[in-house]
């Protein structure tokens, strides 16, 4: 068999390939009402803002980061659009400025990481928790349910006469640039280098504090959009949206494959995970288990899939150890020249 080809069939990206298709075939065969159209097209719009946060995610796990919190940033998104919403602000006017507040928050966690040097695990568990008690500060425990047609218009229709939901077009477009930046793009190859080893991406003239500032910067504008997108879904906005999708975005990152030693990571893996989360949550949904039990399946998830890549990486490295002492056993054994 040719390497190439063993190699794809050997991959985790040609595992979860195998495993998205069989549990989709499966829920088509087994569940009823998977498979039709509304259901699928409602499937696709409660994943959107996690696609969106998902993104830069992954570029963010690739450079040995994690922010945990954007879920908190969506949610204090929404409230800054609902309350700008209230005060009769246009939204070619309050959509701008909720853009900017999550550049501003994400620009807060870089900040604070590059430039000060604190873990981003510590920074952004501690920011999850200040910018969603800002939109409680701001708003309470109530909602502002009157947005504008338009943007909920955008929020509940679908393209023309398809399943595909409007709010499905960000996320698209975003997936394709994404995708480009780092697999086609000198930025995507330093950040690889960053991730990989950072102390020879550093003397390499590479500037790796910049491009991890960048990077949350970018996570906090990607949480912004995720918060418009899903105040315009479900037709609100409150501080306690969005909550626990954070856990669903880093599983999905990992069970993709991005490495959470850094350095390791693609984005084919991971849109086969996230359609692979939506088919799980869709299906416990359809079968009657609430948001409570999603979260454990999910949960379980993340930790199978570290294990699972733990143990993969463990073989492939003992494989490698077994083979380069053959090739140096076979050396030793053969007869010298006179």
Not at 173 to 192: D, E, H, M, N, W
Request: charged fraction near 10%; charge should be positive.
């Amino acid at each position: 068999m040719n390497k190439k080809v063993a190699s794809i069939l050997g991959s985790w990206d040609f595992f979860l390939a195998i495993l998205f298709f069989g549990t989709f075939t499966y829920a088509c065969v087994s569940v009823p009402h998977f498979s039709d159209s509304f259901n699928l097209s409602q499937a696709c719009a409660e994943m959107t803002e996690k696609a969106l946060m998902l993104l830069p995610m992954v570029l963010l796990i690739i450079v040995r980061d994690i922010d945990l919190s954007i879920a908190s940033i969506l949610a204090f998104c929404s409230v800054i659009l609902g309350l700008m919403v209230r005060a009769n602000v246009p939204l070619f006017l309050a959509i701008p400025v909720v853009l900017l507040v999550g550049i501003g928050a994400g620009a807060v966690n870089g900040y604070i990481v590059c430039r000060l040097g604190l873990p981003s695990l510590i920074v952004t568990l501690g920011t999850m928790a200040l910018f969603r008690g800002l939109g409680y500060i701001l708003l309470g425990t109530g909602a502002i349910n009157e947005l504008p047609d338009s943007l909920t218009n955008f929020g509940l229709n679908n393209i023309g006469s398809t399943a595909i939901p409007w709010i499905t077009l960000p996320f698209i477009v975003s997936a394709v640039l994404f995708t480009f930046v780092l697999q086609c793009t000198p930025l995507g190859r330093k950040i690889y280098a960053a991730g990989g080893s950072p102390a020879v991406a550093l003397y390499s003239g590479i500037h790796v504090n910049r491009i991890r500032f960048g990077l949350f910067v970018v996570s906090g504008l990607m949480s912004a959009i995720a918060g418009i997108i899903l105040a315009a879904r479900l037709s609100n906005a409150r501080a306690n949206n969005a909550f626990g999708y954070e856990l669903d975005v880093i599983t999905i990152a990992f069970l993709g494959g991005t490495s959470v030693f850094g350095g390791k990571g693609n984005y084919i893996g991971v849109f086969f995970a996230l359609g692979l989360v939506a088919m799980i949550r869709n299906v416990l949904g359809l079968q009657g288990m609430g948001g409570d039990n999603q979260g454990i399946a999910v949960g379980l998830l993340l930790i199978l899939s570290l294990l699972l890549t733990n143990t993969i990486q463990r073989f492939v490295a003992y494989a490698k150890t077994r083979r380069s002492l053959r090739g140096v056993d076979k050396v030793k054994l053969e007869p010298t020249k006179a």
